[in-house]
């Protein structure tokens, strides 16, 4: 019978080495179903979320040299483009976007759904703060009407975050611009900065 000092140093080995071999497998299993230009896309992102534009930017052009039209790494420039206030190129970057996708996707690509809507939406914020309003609420309706679970606003995590309890929405600033656009024009209110704010960019 075996020692019971030697059966748990056993166990506790293989445990040991079911975890190691386990670990080395998901690694594994995570680069070799990595495509051209994920590595660099992941590294903009983290860039961007540091603000740290100019290393973002780099990041997803490479990715697009490794990738030619890598989705996350269009996004992610456009991304960079409105948080440097370069309204022009965002704003052909997300209708490049949307056009290669229109083109591009399977009806099954909920993906691509996501990120098509997540573009219109973005575009319509870009509308949005340079005051073309109705062109910012053609897009939140498209975005809506692409797929409105990737644009429904942010979720719980996001608003313990921020501090925002009821955080605007691409749903509640299409609602209130089409209000506002019904009205005289003397009588609207298109702008509130506190309210704008909150917006946020959407990246699936």
Same mark, same amino acid.
């Given at each position: 019978m075996m020692n019971p000092r030697v059966l748990k140093r056993f166990i506790k080995n293989m445990a040991i080495l079911i975890f190691v071999m386990f670990s080395a497998w998901a690694l594994w299993e995570m680069y070799t179903d990595e495509k051209p230009g994920d590595y660099a896309t992941r590294e903009g992102d983290i860039r961007l979320s540091e603000g740290n534009y100019e290393e973002a930017l780099t990041s997803f052009n490479r990715a697009l040299r490794e990738m030619p039209n890598h989705r996350g790494a269009l996004m992610g420039r456009a991304l960079v483009f409105i948080r440097t206030k370069e309204y022009d190129k965002a704003s052909a970057e997300l209708t490049y976007i949307i056009d290669y996708l229109r083109k591009n996707i399977e009806p099954d690509d909920a993906t691509g759904a996501g990120l098509m809507a997540a573009?219109?939406?973005?575009?319509?914020?870009?509308?949005?703060?340079?005051?073309?309003?109705?062109?910012? +609420?053609?897009?939140?309706?498209?975005?809506?009407?692409?797929d409105r679970g990737a644009v429904d606003g942010p979720g719980i995590i996001d608003k313990v975050i921020y501090g925002t309890p009821n955080p605007s929405s691409v749903r509640k600033r299409a609602i209130y611009l089409k209000e506002q656009l019904a009205l005289?024009?003397?009588?609207? +209110?298109?702008?509130?900065?506190?309210?704008?704010?909150?917006?946020?960019?959407?990246?699936?």
């Open positions: 573009a219109y939406a973005n575009r319509g914020i870009v509308h949005d703060t340079r005051g073309r309003y109705k062109e910012a +609420l053609a897009d939140y309706i498209e975005a809506l009407r692409t005289p024009p003397e009588r609207r +209110l298109l702008r509130v900065p506190e309210i704008d704010a909150e917006q946020r960019m959407h990246k699936p």
